[in-house]
Structure formats: structure tokens, C-alpha cells
């Protein structure tokens, strides 16, 4: 009998161009894949491209919904990239999310500032928010070598749960009886850009910062520590960096960035905090940062790509019944599209027939 | 039977890995019984021949004959059938199992459950017939790399092996062990085993084989009998024509650069490795530390450098105290290290040329901001890729694309070229381990000129070649302390070898 | 008396509820891990089995069906996992955590392609018949709480006590961690490292899946989105808890079995606490066990690490 064998040998540097190409054509394959789930719903997968698209991006509504979904996806996505830069697992966006928006609803409700204070006041509360979610974990791991997979995820459960028991027993919104805080002051309100439905200033934050990053990233010896410290951090350290100092802080700012993002989905989206408040943004940060390989340019067209998909898959759901998870199974395949990139840049993968 | 009398037969083995044909045409022929030296330098395709031998590795192209009739292994498993061991060159035991579980493991005898009494009577037998002194139920973890490969000559005796491979057996070793093991070697010849015994070093090839296979570059040169032939031949078949380094001595020495009084040093188990050891390097020397590994060297050098905690006793760079101070404090004081393991320990391998050579200096090429003058340091990193002869296409491509000695350079370029002025001393780790003859004599004679810059240079090696040439001093590590010093020059390579065994 | 019968009853029957699921995937996860895999997919396969094993039950009125094929068809995705973790060796991380959400995003697809749901109210299942031990059984108190399981449960025990027994007393067992350890001396001397790693994998996702199933066909007879509510995490916690060997890991998961009791008890009898602080102490606890070990743990050393043969050392 004749057997498959996968052999994956070392081969020279793949150039970035190449890369690329094989990163795209990898990622279709799996779209591919996947929409044969569309199958039973009688949509061939094409079709089912044509109308998520469509959906995500072939109306200004449906655009503007693409980039309401991206704001927050920029900032989580941007905020795990800077943690797996230094190959810090932060798994616990979600979790910090939610500790960010706390906080920032708490200062949107029970503080009256002029606008633009209230704003920066509100924002800088989401930061702190984040990152004193993440503080436990970078502790637990400095400190007694915690794995920080497992207490990032399940911190995550924790804060979700408390939130939830301070919304339905503490913190009732008077007005709705429902489990979600009083609506926050107009003043703490991110303004929307007009024209584009619920698009707001955040998005444009989210923005600079990658740009930002972008500076850091490439230019910047910061950018360059960072990377050296997650490629070999004993090498790091042997030369001379302060391994433990940076993969704190950018941990803390990780978890300061997730934060955010709940912040401004308090302040831009829904002007109170609710339990369902994201509905993964934590999650898809990390697939966006996974999939964008912690570049700044990689991780802003992911963020795109996921809103897209996630706007698009919404939309199928409304327009053809196809259960809205079938985009969760594209969005994992995507981590082992990602995890395959990783690979070819410098191996080659062949399957021979061997008896 | 005359056909049978070769055990195995190679014909036009070819294999190449990306970037290097490793093994090119060779034949190779084993007589039953006999003991067959496989020489030739590091990188010359030895591990690699024998690996496709043991079945570990397919060749691409190329037929194998065992007692007469063609093979085709899949993997180790059925060169084990036909009677084929091997002992690879970097142990393959598992540590968390114990000796009689490392030895039963491949066994296909055994039941699903094993019969642990059986297979122990087995291994007692052998382990009294030949003299090993090892306990079956320790665990692996805690044997010295001697007893390693005891348990490893085991396995081989267990499965019975007809043939017996020993890829680079001696280098770990002290001189004891190794004529222990010689010995070792007659015997079982005498079994009418044959024994494969690969390595670089002319004299043990000379000494132990009945016949002598030279490789070069992948190829096979020569196959010869040790009468036919004398050392100075087989080191011309081995390396081909190649400058030899000049060897000097230290021509002035100046003042105490570094001094360690009388340190005391825990390993990670909390168990003192270095024992009061007192250590002095002058300007101007190299001072060698001889010893087999594991007699606390690597945590002797790690406190130096400042990862690992000082116990007791103290660190002097120039009179000025260092001890437990942190890496980078060290190292802006002069102390300059060349890693041991330059793969993890020196280099991002993952990274590219430039960000490997940039990484002392990219500090003081950044402004107030933290913005990093990118040009200025491409042109640095140029440079450097000049003076150390660095061969690579492209300062992008990342450093593990690069040759083993070709990362080696890139690390002393590295280390070496930063702040000439502030730096004082070097402390060289196994500088040379895994290199071949060209890149060897590259890394050494820059020791030596760095020597004539008036550095003091403390030089840790288990290669006794290494030490014997460069040193000035020969300091001699056992068990934590410093047993013995020798004049570099006026002692004998037998006389350092019986101060290593711990015989004084 | 009568209220102290009523806590003590309910939290044995809450316990060993709890802890069935957590003990079948935490002992399944430890053959992951031992043998070098990090299978970061439990949580997706806990609920795709727990679909699996609802839909099967419902369409065809028998758990036990439902219970093997969850098994099985979860175990298939494993191997799908092993080819790029194991065969092409990707990223371990990252690869099985993209199997968590593709195994969530699976139980929700499968669910919903195949049972349609009147008004809201999701469909139940009947579940395993229970069997009650004699004499046993007879205990007061606690003897027909805990001795009265379905039938499922006394299977999963006779489950793990296996995994057990193959992990400490066989070949097979020697060989998985030798893989774990050093899978290339553990190749030197013959053994076929992919397949033993395959194995290895397989045993992991298929008991994540019989969990999952146990889940929804004996734990709460009916599916949920997301119901496994985090039980995958903690069982990876659990297997280093446990150091990797599966006896301390089944009784690590009684303990959590029994803490997860407790907040259930609490959140009956107590009623003016949020049951979300008490559902969140599990969570804490775990965390809180893995801090005194960490640094003591003996991880496989080849956890993490892809094989290679042709790879230079
Ligand atoms: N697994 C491998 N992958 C890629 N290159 C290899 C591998 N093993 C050996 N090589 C290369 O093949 C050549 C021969 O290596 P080897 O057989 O180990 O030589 P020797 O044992 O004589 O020192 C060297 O250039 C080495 O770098
Ligand atoms: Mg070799």
C-alpha cells in the first residue's frame, strides 16, 4: 500500500514577495474549505463570497458597520500583536476589554468634565482598565513562572463574570431595568464622523496608533528590543537588555490597548456597558495579531479582513440562514493559515507517495 | 565465503541537504570484524554517511548491502533487525526514564507489558560481562556523561548489534574513559563485531583502526591501513592544502585583569558546582581551563559574566569589584564572552545579519527619542562583514542561513568590534566547537591577536588540542576547584591528560 | 438534619457531575502534552463533542451512539490538528487555538444544520439509563447520589483508570513519554515518533469530544452554545496540576468537581450572593494551585518543540 508522507525540509529564505503569495493563495484554500458548510444551505461557495462581500462592503451602511467592528479589532488586534512580539501569550484580551470598559463607563456616568477632558479622561481609564486586567498574569509569570496561556484565558471567564454580577445586582441601568450600567455623560461621547453611520473618533485613534507602531516597529530601538527579546530572549538579555522590564511593558501595554477598545465601544458604540458588549473582539485581536505576524502593516489589513468577514458572515446569516459560527471555523482555520506562513518562509512542505 | 566477507556494502551514496551535498557518491565497505576509523574534518559528511547507514537518514540516491544482500531502511528500526547500532554523536537518552527503560525502549520482543524482570536479568548480564559499572534503575538524568555512554553501549549489546557505530565517541571523554573504551573496542572486534568509529582526531584514527576511511567534503578520499600510512599523510587527505595557523606564545604579559578569589558558585539545583575556585588572567595571555565538562565550567563562566548568583568568594576586573553585578554592567566593564552554544545563546537565529551585528552597538547609534541611525549602522554592520570575512549574500537574510563558522564570525565581529577601547578581557567558550579546520584556525588566530592587543583571554575547551596550543597557562578544573597548573608550552599532552583523570 | 441530607446529597451528585467531564479531558490532555503536544484545542472540542453527541442521541434516541460517535468524530479532528502540528509541525500555540474556535464554531453549525428549534426552547435528550451499585447504593445519605450514576459515567471512570494503567504500566505508555521527552532517541531506537504523537493526539481530542458529549447528554441533557464554560482551560490546567500523570489528574478533577459543587450549593442556599462569584471561583482556585508548582513542574521536554529528522542539531 502506498502511503502519504508529508516532508517538510529547510530550504533558503523565501523573499517577502513570494511569502505573500503563497500566504493569499493559503488563505483561500481554507475559505474554500470552509464554505462547503454553505453547501446544505444551497449556496455554492462563490456565491456565498459574493454576498458576504456584498454585505461587508458593497453598501455605505454596510461599510460603515465594516469599520464600527474594525475600531475595536484594530486596538485588541494591535494590543496582542505588541504581547506576541515579545511571545507573550496575552489570550486574555476579551477579559481586559471588559475591565477597560468598566472603568471607563464608571468615569462616564459618575464624572461631568468638559467634552474633549471627559473624553481623555474616560480614555486613559479604559488604559488603565486593560492593564490592571493584565497586571495579574505579568506577575504570575515574572514572579513564579505562571504560564501566562492559562491565566490570560482564564481571567478572561473571571472578569466576564464579575462584570456580570455588578451589572445584575449592583449597577442596573435605572432607566432600562436592564443588566447594563447607566448610560454614560453626552460629554464622554466619542463624536461620530459624519456620513458614515456609527463610525466614530475611535477608529481614527486606532489609526494613529498602528501608525505609531508602525514608527516604533521599524525605526525605533524600542521596536528593535522587542523583537530581538521574543526571537532569543537569553541572547537578549546576554546582550545587555532588560529582558524582563520590556516584556512587562509591553504586556501592560497590551492589555492597556485591549482596554481601550472596551472603552470606546462604551464611549463610541453602545454609551453603557453591557454584558455582551463584545461579541470576541478579544478574540478576533488575537487571530488579527496571529494572522498579521505582530507587523503594523500586517496587523491593520487583518483587522480588515476580519471585519469584513465577520460584517459579511452577519450578513449571510441574515440573508440566507447560514449559522453566522460557520465564520468562528473560517477564523480558526485562519490561525493555522497564519501558523503555515510562518513555516514556509523557510521550509518547503511536500507530499510524497511512499509504500 | 569471500562475498560475505564484507558485512556491509555502500555504493554511490548521495545525499544532499538544502544548500550542501553532504554525502557525494561514496562507496564504503565494512569487513566483518573489524575495527574501520571513518576521518575527516567537522562538516566533511561522516554523522551523515553513517546516519543513512543506521536507517536515521534516506539517502537520495545509492544502494546498501548487508552481508551480501541489497537493504532499503526506512528508519533505525530496520537497521536494528540487521544487526546495525549506533551511538550518535549528542546523546540519545531519555533523561526522565530510567537506564533499563532508555535500553528496552526500541524492543519489539517485549509484550505490551513490558517484562521489566526479564529485560533487567539481560542487562545485568551484560552490564557484569563487560564491566560497566551502572545501576539499571537510575534515572538517566543523573549519570555523568561517561555512564551516558555506558547506557548507550548497552543498547547496542541489547539489540544485539553486529555492527557498532561511534560517531565522535572520544570528544567527551577523559583519557581514561577513552582507552577504557579502546579497550572496549578489541573486544567486541574480536566477537567478530565490527566496529565504525568515526572522528577528526589523526592520532586515535591511527592508533585503534585496522582500516582508515577518509572523507573530504562529502566525498570519500582514501581508504588506507594505518601501516601504509603516517599522520602527516592523513592529515593531507583530510583538510587538502590549508595554511596552518601559526602558533605563538604570549610575548609580554602585563598587569592582573581579571581575578576570582576563591568563588563559590551553586547550579540550578542548588547544588555547588564551583568550590572555592581562584582564577587570575593577566594582560596579554590566554589562560586555558582544562577539564572534562561538567566540573562546574559553565557555571565557573556564568557567574563571571554575571547570570548566575555568586555564592561566596569575588570578581576583580581590574581591582574593581564585579561580582553579582548585572550582564550589561559586566560586559560595559570589558568582559567580552563568546558563548558557548552561539546558536542560543549568541545569536537570534531567526534574525537577520544586520540585527545580529548591531546588537551591542545599536544603543549608542539611537537619539534621545529612541530613533535609531539605521544608515550609519548598515554601514557598521558592512564593515564588519568586510574585516571578518563574513560570507553571506545579503546582510537581510536571517543568521541561520549562514554555516556554522560563518555565524561564529558573525558573533566575534560583534563582540569584538564594540568599543575597542573599553575592552579587557574575553572569555572564549568551546570558541571553536563544530567548526571546521578553516574556520577553527580563523577563530584562533584572532584569539591570538587579540592577545598581542594586550587582552587577557580566558579559554574554556574540552578540546585538549585547543588549550595545549593556545595557552599560556594551562589551569586544570576539577570537581569545582583548580587542581593543578601548568607553564602553556612546558608540559606534555599526556601529563595534562593524567591531571585531567584527576590523577595527580 | 433533613437540610444537611439535602446540601450534602446535592453536592455529591454537583460533584461528581463536575468532575466526570473535567477527569476525561484532563487525562486526555495529559496523553497530549506527555507525548509534546500543547492541545490548545480542548475547549472547541469539549463543545463540538458535546454536539456531536446531542445530535446523534437526538436523531437516533441512543446515548450510547451518541457518546461513541462524539469520540470518534472529535478524535478525527484531532488528527486533522496532528497534521500540522505533528506532521508539518506548525506552531503549537497558535495551530490549537485555532482549532478551539473552529471546534466552537463547528458545535454551533452542526447543531443548528441539523436540529431545528420550536420557539426557542431548546429540545432535550433522554440521556443514559442510571445504574445503581448494590450494597453500595445503601449507604445513607450520599449512597444513591454517588453510586447511582448513569451509565456513562461509570464507563468514563473505567475510561481514565485505563488511560491510567496504558500510561505507567505499559509499552505504549514508555514509549509516549520517551516521544515527550526525547522523541529523537525515542526514534533512534525504532519507535515510530508521528504515529505514537498521532495516537497520542487522537486519544486527547476523541475523550475532549466523549466529554463534551457527557456534557450534553448526561450533565444537562440538552446543548448549549459555549456550555462548556471554560471546563477545556481549566483541564489544561489541571494536567500540569496533576505533573502529568493521570492519577493525580483524576483526582485534581474531583477536587475542582467538588469546587464547582460548592458554588452551585452556595448559589442555591445562598441566595443574596451573585452566582457569578461563585461560577468565577474555579477559575481563581486554578490559577491560584499553579502558582507554588510552576517552577517545580517537570514539563515534557519536548512540549512545544515540532520533530524533525532531517533538522540539524
Ligand atoms: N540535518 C541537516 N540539515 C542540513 N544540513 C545538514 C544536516 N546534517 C548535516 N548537514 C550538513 O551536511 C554537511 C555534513 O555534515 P555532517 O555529516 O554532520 O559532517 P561530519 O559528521 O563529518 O562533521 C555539513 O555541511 C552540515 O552542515
Ligand atoms: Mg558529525
Known amino acids: 500500500m502506498r502511503l502519504?508522507?508529508?516532508?517538510?525540509?529547510?530550504?533558503?529564505?523565501?523573499?517577502?514577495?513570494?511569502?505573500?503569495i503563497y500566504y493569499i493563495v493559503t488563505i483561500i484554500i481554507g475559505f474554500l474549505l470552509t464554505s462547503l458548510a454553505t453547501i446544505p444551505y444551497g449556496l455554492d461557495p462563490f456565491t456565498a463570497l459574493y454576498l458576504m462581500l456584498k454585505g461587508s462592503l458593497g453598501s455605505k451602511y454596510g461599510f460603515s458597520e465594516t469599520i464600527v467592528r474594525m475600531s475595536p479589532i484594530l486596538l485588541t488586534g494591535l494590543g496582542v500583536a505588541i504581547a506576541f512580539l515579545v511571545r507573550f501569550w496575552n489570550i486574555g484580551a476579551e477579559g481586559q476589554l471588559y475591565v477597560g470598559a468598566l472603568l471607563s463607563a464608571l468615569i462616564g456616568v459618575y464624572i461631568s468634565l468638559p467634552k474633549p477632558l471627559h473624553i481623555l479622561v474616560a480614555s486613559v481609564a479604559g488604559l488603565v482598565g486593560g492593564a490592571l486586567?493584565?497586571?495579574?498574569?505579568?506577575?504570575?509569570?515574572?514572579?513564579?513562572?505562571?504560564?501566562e496561556v492559562v491565566t490570560t484565558l482564564l481571567s478572561n471567564w473571571i472578569?466576564?463574570?464579575?462584570?456580570?454580577?455588578?451589572l445584575h445586582f449592583y449597577w442596573k441601568n435605572p432607566l432600562t431595568h436592564w443588566p447594563e450600567s447607566p448610560y454614560i455623560h453626552d460629554s464622554a461621547e466619542l463624536p461620530r464622523i459624519p456620513g458614515f453611520g456609527r463610525m466614530h473618533l475611535g477608529?481614527?485613534?486606532?489609526?494613529i496608533l498602528i501608525g505609531i507602531y508602525y514608527i516604533m516597529y521599524t525605526r525605533s530601538k524600542y521596536g528593535y528590543e522587542l523583537k530581538m527579546i521574543g526571537l532569543n530572549p537569553k541572547a537578549a538579555y546576554l546582550q545587555g537588555m532588560d529582558v524582563d522590564k520590556r516584556i512587562f511593558i509591553a504586556a501592560l501595554l497590551s492589555g492597556a490597548l485591549a482596554g481601550l477598545a472596551g472603552a470606546y465601544e462604551v464611549m463610541g458604540v453602545s454609551h453603557t456597558i453591557r454584558e455582551d458588549l463584545s461579541p470576541g473582539y478579544g478574540y478576533s485581536g488575537i487571530l488579527v495579531a496571529t494572522l498579521g505576524m505582530s507587523h503594523p502593516i500586517g496587523v491593520f489589513l487583518a483587522a480588515f479582513f476580519v471585519s469584513i468577514i465577520e460584517i459579511g458572515m452577519l450578513s449571510l446569516q441574515r440573508t440566507t440562514g447560514i449559522p453566522y459560527p460557520l465564520a468562528m471555523v473560517f477564523e480558526g482555520s485562519l490561525f493555522a493559515v497564519a501558523a503555515l506562513t510562518q513555516l514556509y518562509s523557510s521550509y518547503r512542505i511536500r507530499i510524497v507517495w511512499r509504500d | 565465503m569471500k562475498s560475505h566477507e564484507n558485512i556491509i556494502e555502500m555504493h554511490g551514496i548521495y545525499k544532499k541537504f538544502p544548500g550542501v551535498v553532504a554525502v557525494d557518491n561514496v562507496d564504503f565497505n565494512l569487513i566483518r570484524g573489524e575495527i574501520h576509523s571513518l576521518l575527516g574534518e567537522n562538516g566533511a559528511g561522516k554523522s551523515t554517511l553513517m546516519k543513512i547507514l543506521y536507517g536515521y537518514y534516506r539517502p537520495d540516491r545509492g544502494r546498501i548491502f548487508v552481508d551480501g544482500r541489497e537493504v532499503r531502511f526506512r528508519s533505525p528500526s530496520d537497521a536494528i533487525k540487521y544487526g546495525i547500532g549506533m551511538v550518535f554523536q549528542h546523546f540519545n537518552l531519555v533523561d526522565s526514564l530510567t537506564v533499563l527503560e532508555n535500553i528496552i525502549?526500541?524492543?519489539?520482543?517485549?509484550?505490551?507489558?513490558?517484562d521489566y524482570s526479564s529485560a533487567r536479568k539481560r542487562v545485568i548480564e551484560i552490564i557484569n560481562e563487560y564491566g560497566f559499572k551502572l545501576d539499571p534503575d537510575t534515572g538517566v538524568g543523573y549519570l555523568s556523561v561517561g555512564e551516558k555512554q555506558r547506557v548507550e553501549i548497552i543498547k547496542l549489546l541489547y539489540q544485539n548489534s553486529r555492527v557498532m557505530i561511534f560517531d565522535e565517541p572520544t570528544t567527551v571523554l577523559t583519557p581514561a574513559e577513552k582507552s577504557t573504551l579502546f579497550n572496549f573496542f578489541y573486544n567486541v572486534s574480536n566477537e567478530d563485531r565490527s566496529i565504525i568509529f568515526i572522528t577528526h582526531k589523526l592520532e586515535e584514527a591511527m592508533n585503534v583502526s585496522d582500516r582508515i576511511t577518509v572523507m573530504k567534503r562529502g566525498k570519500v578520499v582514501a581508504t588506507l591501513k594505518p601501516e601504509e600510512t603516517d599522520i602527516n599523510e592523513l592529515a593531507r587527505l583530510m583538510v587538502g592544502r590549508i595554511e596552518p595557523y601559526e602558533i605563538r606564545r604570549s610575548s609580554r604579559r602585563g598587569k592582573t585583569i581579571l581575578k576570582i578569589n576563591g568563588l563559590w558558585v551553586k547550579d540550578d539545583l542548588g547544588r555547588f558546582r564551583v568550590k572555592g575556585a581562584s582564577i587570575e588572567v593577566r594582560e596579554?595571555?590566554?589562560?586555558?581551563?582544562?577539564?572534562?565538562?561538567g566540573n562546574g565550567q559553565k557555571e565557573l563562566i556564568e557567574a563571571i559574566i554575571g547570570i548566575r548568583k555568586v555564592y561566596k568568594g569575588s570578581i576583580y576586573v581590574f581591582g574593581e569589584d564585579i561580582t553579582n553585578m548585572d550582564p550589561s554592567n559586566?560586559?560595559?566593564k570589558g568582559v567580552i564572552i563568546i558563548p558557548e552554544d552561539r546558536n542560543y545563546e549568541g545569536l537570534f537565529m531567526d534574525a537577520s545579519v544586520y540585527e545580529n551585528l548591531i546588537s551591542r552597538v545599536y544603543r549608542e547609534s539611537s537619539n534621545k527619542l529612541g530613533f535609531m541611525d539605521h544608515d550609519g549602522l548598515r554601514k557598521y554592520a558592512l564593515k564588519l562583514i568586510d574585516e571578518y570575512g563574513i560570507q553571506t549574500p545579503d546582510i537581510t537574510i536571517p543568521v541561520k542561513a549562514l554555516s556554522g563558522g560563518n555565524r561564529q564570525r558573525v558573533v566575534l565581529a560583534r563582540e569584538f568590534s564594540y568599543n575597542e577601547d573599553r575592552k579587557k578581557v574575553i572569555i572564549a567558550v568551546y570558541p571553536s566547537r563544530g567548526l571546521d579546520i578553516k574556520a577553527t584556525n580563523f577563530v584562533r588566530t584572532l584569539l591570538m591577536?587579540?592577545?598581542?592587543?594586550?587582552?587577557?583571554?580566558?579559554?574554556?575547551?574540552?578540546d585538549l588540542d585547543e588549550v595545549f596550543e593556545l595557552s599560556d597557562r594551562i589551569l586544570v578544573m576539577n570537581d569545582g576547584v583548580i587542581i593543578r597548573e601548568f607553564e602553556g608550552g612546558r608540559v606534555s599532552e599526556e601529563e595534562l591528560g593524567l591531571a585531567i583523570s584527576g590523577v595527580k | 438534619m433533613g437540610f444537611v441530607i439535602g446540601v450534602l446529597t446535592a453536592f455529591a451528585i454537583l460533584m461528581i457531575r463536575d468532575s466526570i467531564s473535567l477527569m476525561l479531558a484532563a487525562v486526555g490532555e495529559a496523553y497530549a502534552e506527555r507525548s509534546g503536544i500543547l492541545n490548545l484545542g480542548i475547549e472547541g472540542m469539549i463543545m463540538l463533542g458535546a454536539s456531536i453527541g446531542f445530535v446523534v442521541t437526538y436523531k437516533t434516541g441512543n446515548p450510547y451512539l451518541g457518546f461513541i460517535s462524539a469520540g470518534l468524530l472529535t478524535g478525527l479532528l484531532g488528527i486533522i490538528m496532528g497534521i500540522f502540528v505533528i506532521s508539518i509541525g506548525t506552531q503549537q500555540h497558535v495551530t490549537t487555538l485555532g482549532f478551539t474556535i473552529i471546534g466552537s464554531g463547528l458545535s454551533v453549525y452542526i447543531y443548528r444544520l441539523s436540529i431545528e428549534s420550536v420557539g426557542g426552547v431548546p429540545p432535550t435528550v433522554e440521556g443514559f439509563p442510571r445504574i445503581y451499585i448494590p450494597y453500595l447504593t445503601d449507604i445513607p445519605v450520599i449512597g444513591p447520589s454517588i453510586f447511582g450514576q448513569p451509565v456513562a459515567a461509570y464507563v468514563v471512570v473505567l475510561i481514565v483508570l485505563f488511560l491510567h494503567w496504558i500510561m505507567e504500566y505499559t509499552k505504549l505508555g514508555l514509549h509516549i513519554k520517551a516521544v515527550g521527552d526525547n522523541p529523537k532517541a525515542a526514534d533512534t531506537l525504532g519507535v515510530n515518533v508521528f504515529m505514537i504523537r498521532y495516537l497520542a493526539i487522537f486519544i486527547a481530542a476523541s475523550t475532549a469530544g466523549m466529554a463534551g458529549a457527557w456534557l450534553s447528554t448526561a450533565h444537562s441533557n440538552m446543548f448549549l452554545p459555549n456550555m462548556s464554560m471554560g471546563r477545556g482551560w481549566i483541564a489544561i490546567a489541571l494536567v500540569s496540576f496533576g505533573m502529568w500523570n493521570p492519577l493525580k489528574i483524576i483526582l485534581g478533577s474531583l477536587l475542582f468537581g467538588g469546587l464547582d459543587a460548592l458554588g452551585s450549593v452556595a448559589q442555591t442556599y445562598g441566595r443574596n450572593i451573585p452566582y457569578q462569584f461563585l461560577q468565577s471561583i474555579p477559575f481563581i482556585v486554578t490559577i491560584l494551585v499553579l502558582i507554588p508548582i510552576a517552577r517545580r513542574a517537570k514539563v515534557p521536554k519536548a512540549l512545544l518543540k515540532p520533530y524533525r529528522r532531517e533538522e540539524a542539531e
Open chain 2, 105 to 114: 525502549l526500541g524492543d519489539d520482543n517485549l509484550g505490551f507489558i513490558p
Open chain 2, 449 to 462: 591577536r587579540e592577545r598581542e592587543k594586550g587582552l587577557g583571554i580566558l579559554l574554556v575547551s574540552d
Open chain 1, 133 to 147: 486586567a493584565i497586571y495579574p498574569s505579568i506577575y504570575l509569570k515574572q514572579r513564579y513562572g505562571v504560564d
Open chain 1, 4 to 20: 502519504p508522507e508529508i516532508i517538510v525540509e529547510r530550504r533558503e529564505p523565501l523573499p517577502h514577495y513570494k511569502l505573500i
Open chain 1, 159 to 166: 472578569y466576564i463574570l464579575w462584570i456580570s454580577a455588578i
Open chain 1, 203 to 207: 477608529f481614527i485613534i486606532g489609526i
Open chain 2, 284 to 293: 596579554g595571555e590566554i589562560v586555558g581551563i582544562a577539564g572534562v565538562a
Open chain 2, 330 to 332: 559586566i560586559f560595559n
